[in-house]
């Protein structure tokens, strides 16, 4: 049931990543998955959720730039992010929930994967 993210890396500001992430169980299709990204010294916050009827839920601080989907035939949840700035440096989780809907808190949300690093440079 673990979340496994994969896709982190370094690049430059401006340049683009894609996160994804694989969560083999039961009935996929009826939860919702989310991203959520961590900075040493700071609280947890949500970047975006995809509910089990493919709404998607944005941070502002990534609206129009970053891209969350889902593939219930692969148990997998992409984010695809652009135009990325050195502040969205930081330690990337993906998660589920038991829940078919959602939001950015991470009270919704049940299982999480170990984290994959994404760093911005300016």
């Known amino acids: 049931v673990q979340p496994v993210e994969s896709g982190g890396g370094s690049v430059q500001a401006g340049g683009s990543l894609n996160l994804s992430c694989v969560a083999s169980r039961f009935a996929y299709e009826r939860y919702c998955m989310g991203w959520f990204r961590q900075v040493p010294g700071k609280e947890r916050e949500g970047v975006a959720t995809?509910?089990?009827?493919?709404?998607?839920r944005y941070a502002d601080s990534v609206k129009a730039r970053f891209t969350i989907s889902r593939d219930n035939a692969k148990s997998t949840q992409y984010l695809e992010m652009n135009s990325l700035k050195p502040e969205d440096t930081a330690m990337y989780y993906c998660?589920?929930?038991?829940?078919?809907?959602?939001?950015?808190?991470?009270?919704?949300?049940?299982?999480w994967g170990q984290g994959t690093q994404v760093t911005v440079s300016s």
């Open positions: 995809i509910d089990s009827d493919g709404t998607a």
């Open positions: 998660a589920t929930s038991k829940f078919g809907y959602c939001r950015l808190g991470e009270e919704y949300f049940h299982y």
